[in-house]
């Protein structure tokens, strides 16, 4: 499962003509990250069961952060929709995170219950 999720980050970073990060899966307690120092993006395990298209949201959101986007603004989410969307995916956001994913017809791939992605 790694190697393909470290291939969604290579396909963006190639695709935005940025250096590549180490992707790593770790137990953390909170969520995921980009590292700037160690040019790195840790997943947390927890999201190894969550549905397959709440994954590759993940992924690309954190890599998006990895071309160069530190926050969340209107210019993050652009990238990000633009991605997720070659991807079949259309996020509704709450605020900064989405609210829930659904395709590109509309149908609902995952969405928070009680503040968890399911």
Request: aromatic share 12%; glycine share 8%.
């Amino acid at each position: 499962m790694i190697s393909e999720l470290q291939q969604l980050v290579n396909l963006v970073c190639e695709a935005e003509g940025c250096q590549i990060p180490d992707l790593q899966i770790k137990e953390v307690r909170r969520g995921g990250r980009y590292h700037r120092r160690t040019h790195s993006i840790t997943l947390p395990k927890w999201v190894l069961v969550k549905p397959v298209e709440y994954l590759w949201y993940y992924v690309i959101h954190e890599t998006i952060h990895a071309i160069g986007y530190r926050g969340h603004g209107k210019l993050f989410k652009e990238r990000e929709r633009r991605w997720l969307k070659e991807f079949g995916i259309v996020p509704v956001y709450a605020k900064v995170y989405p609210k829930k994913l659904q395709s590109l017809n509309g149908q609902t791939f995952c969405k928070k219950i009680k503040g968890i992605m399911q």
